[in-house]
């Protein structure tokens, strides 16, 4: 049994690292997908952590799951299709702030058949992001495993990673990152995002009407300024910490995998008892975690190790 089971897309960042002599943008293949990411985040700041998904059957894909076995991800999960590997191409700007546009392909395959029901049955934590919503029968395979980790006792953590370019348009995506949040029990949205899910910009608003979904922790990431979360009605503020900012992707995920990670050493039953001074101490160890993914370049090769982020 894992700590926690991610389920949803692994793919290829093809991330801009820098341009040539003569101004043509360079891209290293790096490891990404944000549930991929989250389990690489939890395992390597000490949760024991399984993928569920799919790549395809080429050179990619097996780098992609010798990536997670390297990090001690329990791969049993993780899926070989027809089509090819899922890419991502992320361009940086001198800020560090990313752009994406996306090839879709293995991630969206997977339905609820490939899901393994005793995987997401058991454990502490299922995760999921809305990228798995957004085309293809993994929609309907994602939203199984979060009903069925719902009615197994199991919590379910979600990110609704709001990208533009995978969706029709706001509406559209608005609609479909709503429809799981009867399933949530732990949400993690950036400030840009929580308007778009909860129909309020304000923190303290517009974590109060997730709260009232039925969301027991709502938690957000504020950039360089820190996060934020509301707990059993009460809301806190951690600073952030200040980086020499390389590359954000992966940051959030890197956030979230950390929150998971240190919630999972309170026991079988994390959120129970949970006080907002625990709170307080694991979204400083979570802050610290995104800062430090956020000085390096790349999503998964910048994420920390426990060791790094011992006080």
């Keep these: ?42 395992s390597r700041l000490g949760a024991s952590t399984a993928f569920i998904g799919k790549t395809g059957d080429d050179g990619f894909g097996s780098y992609l799951r010798g990536v997670l076995e390297q990090d001690h991800v329990d791969c049993s999960g993780l899926r070989t299709g027809v089509q090819p590997t899922t890419m991502a191409i992320v361009s940086v700007d001198t800020a560090g702030e990313r752009s994406f546009r996306f090839v879709r392909g293995a991630d969206c395959d997977l339905p609820p058949q490939e899901v393994d029901e005793a995987a997401v049955s058991c454990g502490k934590f299922l995760h999921f992001g809305s990228v798995s919503l957004s085309q293809g029968v993994v929609r309907s395979g994602t939203i199984f495993a ?20 995978l969706w029709k348009d706001e509406a559209e995506a608005t609609e ?75 940051a959030g995920d890197t956030f979230l995998g950390a929150v998971l990670s240190r919630l999972c050493r309170r026991g079988e039953k994390p959120l129970e008892g949970l006080t907002i001074s625990e709170l307080r101490d694991i979204l400083d160890f979570a802050n610290r975690a995104a800062a430090l993914t956020c000085s390096r370049s790349g999503a998964i090769p910048a994420m920390p190790t426990l060791a790094e982020l011992s006080d």
């Excluded at 719902?150 to 370019?165: C, I, M, T």
């Design 1 to 42: 049994m894992k700590d926690i089971t991610t389920i949803g897309e692994i793919l290829i960042d093809l991330t801009q690292t820098g341009v040539s002599e003569v101004g043509v943008p360079l891209f290293a293949a790096n490891p990404g997908g944000a549930p991929a990411n989250v389990a690489v985040a939890a």
């Design 176 to 250: 479909w990152m709503r429809i799981p949040l009867p399933l949530v029990d732990v949400i993690k949205l950036s400030e840009e995002e929580l308007p778009l899910i909860s129909g309020s910009g304000d923190l303290e608003e517009g974590s109060r009407l997730l709260a009232e979904r039925g969301i027991s922790l709502v938690l957000v990431t504020l950039g360089g300024k820190g996060s934020f979360c509301r707990w059993q009605g009460e809301c806190i503020t951690v600073p952030g910490v200040s980086v020499k900012v390389a590359d954000t992707n992966g």
């Design 146 to 165: 979060a009903r069925t980790a719902r009615q197994a006792g199991v919590l379910v953590s979600y990110d609704p990673n709001y990208r533009p370019a």
